[in-house]
């Protein structure tokens, strides 16, 4: 039922752009090329300076010791809280004022890094923690050095996780809609919502969103590969050992400045920006700001709750089945989150609007496809690292299926669990297309009201609720301390 949920939105846009088109030719568009062309830079510049970025970062703060790595290791969080819209017109506005032209896909590669580089971090950080701990202590004592010891042990066993955090951070990419259209870089989100409303064309919209469901479904299948290829059961932990790799002198300087300089520049440019032009600031109703904080809130809350638990029945049963069937439509149940938020939106419409479906339930519903995959993926990441064996050594002992998740794969998934629980309450309340489309009349939300005051170019009246965004993002981003601290 999870999978037909998900694919449903899927199918009715493979049948608006092969089959509702009629005698319409299929085409991209003028401008198709160009837009398939920049998000697939965008795709590629970001995933390697992310995936390098955030694998570097996670391997220092997760087994080397130098002071500071505790905070350095909590700061990486602090980048989760603001959206890669916001930092791109903070730094736009913040430079007109000083003559610099902020554009281009160099800008939009470094902003889009800043602003997901965490999904690799996050999940490499966690099996450098947990998997190969007394494999990088025997190197050791056999006078294996660091960078042989990280490219020979550590990092083969973290490529399952490594690689589920850049598919994250590339779908993430290919859906940004505000960074790439403020810094002028075509992609086929915007190019999407050019052919949906400006053109009239939503049978092209639908067409253009398959071509990113393509680019992200070899995103998926790439990382599916590479966890194969590198599986390896550890459930040894982090017990009885501290940090394999002192740092001291130039190396520990070089570590604590490689692990400041992203958090740093994801919290300066908003705070360069508020604080250019804060006697700017419009004053707005506390009981207005209020209102829409909660619902961001609740919808973020039951967003969350409802995505969690299909995300797990979803990694549980591609565990369990043995039919290629059920694995298959698990995978593609996970690519709601390659299609803009705007066309799955549309979707949405067209299937629940005869049904009479509320706008709430649809909001509900296009949360749970779009970020399904956030919480999967590092399920699936998990799941590999569990031997099967505990699983038929159970079955065999008399436990049934119900009793080996309660017992045994909960506690193990705690982890994994709470990160995507968070990461997806984070990514709703930043959500804009989905929310601008589906929500109810006069259901303003944080994200939406945002988009209204900047698109009138009110930027003073459009920082209170981005503070709120802001906030929200720091305190589910601080609520993942505990899991980073857990096995220090």
């Not at 979707?347 to 949360?367: D, E, H």
């Not at 929310?435 to 109810?440: F, G, I, W, Y």
């Not at 900047?454 to 993942?480: T, Y």
Request: hydrophobic residues 50%; glycine residues 12%; contains cysteine.
């Amino acid at each position: 039922m999870a999978c037909g949920l998900a694919l449903l939105p899927l199918l009715t846009l493979l049948k608006d752009a092969l089959i509702g088109g009629g005698d319409t030719p299929l085409e991209l568009g003028f401008d198709g090329a160009s837009q398939v062309k920049g998000t697939l830079l965008l795709v590629s510049g970001e995933g390697l300076l992310g995936a390098v970025l955030g694998t570097a970062i996670g391997w220092l703060t997760a087994v080397c010791r130098f002071p500071g790595r505790r905070w350095l290791r909590i700061a990486q969080l602090v980048p989760m809280a603001f959206p890669a819209y916001l930092l791109a017109a903070s730094l736009i506005d913040w430079g007109s004022h000083r003559g610099m032209r902020i554009h281009g896909l160099g800008w939009a590669v470094v902003l889009l890094t800043l602003a997901n580089y965490s999904y690799v971090f996050l999940l490499s950080t966690e099996s450098f923690s947990v998997s190969g701990r007394r494999l990088l202590e025997a190197s050791r004592s056999l006078g294996v050095g660091p960078w042989s010891s990280f490219f020979r042990v550590a990092l083969p066993i973290a490529l399952p996780s490594i690689g589920a955090g850049v598919a994250l951070s590339a779908m993430e990419v290919v859906n940004e809609l505000g960074a790439v259209r403020l810094l002028g870089v075509p992609s086929l989100s915007a190019g999407i919502l050019d052919r949906w409303q400006v053109d009239g064309d939503p049978q092209g919209a639908a067409l253009l969103s398959l071509v990113a469901l393509g680019i992200v479904a070899v995103l998926i299948a790439t990382e599916r590969l590479l966890r194969q290829r590198s599986r390896r059961w550890n459930l040894e932990g982090s017990r009885g050992g501290g940090h394999v790799w002192p740092l001291t002198g130039w190396r520990s300087a070089l570590a604590q400045l490689l692990c400041a300089l992203p958090p740093l520049g994801a919290v300066a440019i908003p705070v360069l920006w508020i604080q250019e032009g804060w006697q700017g600031l419009e004053a707005e109703s506390i009981a207005e700001l209020g209102q829409l904080a909660s619902r961001s809130l609740g919808l973020a809350l039951l967003a969350t709750a409802v995505t969690g638990l299909a995300a797990l029945l979803l990694a549980i049963s591609r565990r369990w089945s043995p039919q290629p069937l059920v694995r298959q439509l698990s995978f593609l149940a996970g690519l709601g989150y390659a299609i803009p938020g705007s066309v799955l939106a549309l979707g949405l419409i067209i299937l629940g609007g005869p049904l009479g479906f509320s706008p709430v339930l649809l909001l509900l519903w296009g949360y749970g496809d779009r970020f399904i995959a956030v919480s999967k993926q590092g399920l699936d990441a998990a799941l590999e690292r569990i031997p099967p064996s505990i699983d038929e050594t159970a079955t065999s002992l008399g436990c049934d299926w119900l009793g080996v998740l309660r017992r045994i794969h909960l506690p193990l998934l705690r982890g994994p669990l709470l990160v995507g629980s968070l990461l997806v309450f984070v990514d709703v309340v930043k959500e804009l297309p989905i929310t601008l489309a589906l929500r109810p009349f006069d259901f303003d939300t944080l994200a939406v009201r945002v988009f209204q005051y900047a698109s009138d170019e009110r930027v003073g009246a459009a920082m209170a609720p981005a503070l709120l965004i802001m906030i929200f993002g720091l305190i589910a981003a601080f609520a993942l301390i505990p899991t980073l601290e857990q096995h220090d």
